[in-house]
């Protein structure tokens, strides 16, 4: 498996129990996996067993929960050595990176730098990294000057800054995001992954709801109808308002894998496409007053995207003595 296997790929991250739910879904659609856990061997070795096809990163998730770690703990060797004797890219180990933690950002890139390739730096940046253009624009230039694959980790909200950062001259991932990971491989992500997995997507609106909220707008909104049939295999041409839990998992990474799909990582579609889902939002706000038009498909609708070239090609980057 090499980088370049992951080009324009709309992944599934999910945690290492629901692969052999995702790895059918994620093979139909030509994408592939993010793998969320400390010990993802065995299920690498047993989804090569049964012949998965598509690319397989590994995200250790040290950067969560209650127990995280910072970025400046740095690198574990030996995680990288597991995923490369697995034949995989290795997907760095990382720490959170607090807004403005420079100390541990030169730690993770200086890290990597001394791991053989292939490897991605997994940067998981707080929301502070992106406020502050003058921060971001010598993030970006540190990002080119390590001249290594990088990763965005959580970030499911739109920001300029995110899009911004797609414009350095390295790859760039996105991943644990949400269908906003669509937006961000049109717009020059190297690769994005899914990683919000709750609500019932609904392609229409361009977002994730709960089937009862569907099924009132279906009540609603009769004119609207044809918008609401979902042929996916999940459902099959039904309204998928009747669907229980797993089956709402299931039918939305189909929905969504499948957009990828019609997209194309075109930035033009993506626009588009978000023009025409803020049309059926603003007709849902006429009869449901209290309904929110999504603030980040304004954005998207809205984007005039950097023309400044990138590199995407290769394992690294030549880096500098």
Not at 41 to 52: E, K, P, Y
Not at 78 to 94: P, R
Not at 113 to 139: K, Y
Not at 146 to 153: F, G, K, S
Request: positive net charge; proline residues 9%; glycine residues 8%.
């Amino acid at each position: 498996m090499s980088l370049d296997d992951l080009r324009y790929r709309l992944l599934v991250q999910c945690p290492l129990e629901r692969a052999d739910t995702v790895a059918p879904i994620a093979a139909r659609y030509q994408s592939g996996l993010v793998l969320t856990g400390p010990k993802p061997r065995s299920t690498v070795r047993h989804l090569h067993r049964l012949g998965f096809p598509a690319p397989i990163l590994c995200d250790a998730a040290r950067y969560t929960g209650r127990h995280r770690v910072p970025a400046s703990a740095g690198l574990s060797a030996d995680w990288t050595a597991e995923q490369h004797d697995l034949g995989l890219v290795a997907l760095t180990d990382s720490g959170y990176l607090a807004a403005g933690d420079w100390p541990g950002l030169y730690r993770l890139l200086a890290d990597a730098a001394d791991q053989p390739p292939p490897v991605v730096v997994a940067l998981p940046l707080a929301a502070g990294w992106f406020a502050d253009r003058a921060q971001l624009t010598r993030l970006i230039a540190t990002v080119n000057d390590a001249r290594l694959p990088v990763a965005i980790v959580g970030t499911p909200y739109v920001t300029s800054g995110l899009v911004r950062l797609l414009t350095a001259t390295v790859p760039v991932l996105v991943l644990r995001s949400d269908v906003g990971a669509l937006g961000a491989v049109c717009h020059g992500a190297h690769a994005g992954a899914l990683g919000v997995t709750s609500g019932l997507f609904v392609p229409a609106l361009l977002g994730h709801h709960r089937p009862a909220v569907l099924a009132r707008i279906v009540d609603r909104i009769p004119e609207l109808r044809h918008l609401w049939p979902c042929r996916c295999a999940e459902c099959l041409g039904a309204v998928p308002t009747h669907l229980d839990a797993e089956g709402i998992y299931r039918h939305s990474l189909h929905t969504q894998l499948a957009l990828a799909g019609e997209l194309r990582h075109d930035p033009a579609s993506w626009r588009e496409r978000c023009g025409r889902a803020l049309i059926v939002h603003r007709k849902v706000a006429e009869v449901m007053p209290t309904w929110p038009v999504p603030e980040a498909l304004h954005w998207w609708h809205e984007l005039a995207p950097p023309t400044i070239p990138r590199q995407t090609t290769g394992e690294h980057a030549p880096r500098l003595g």
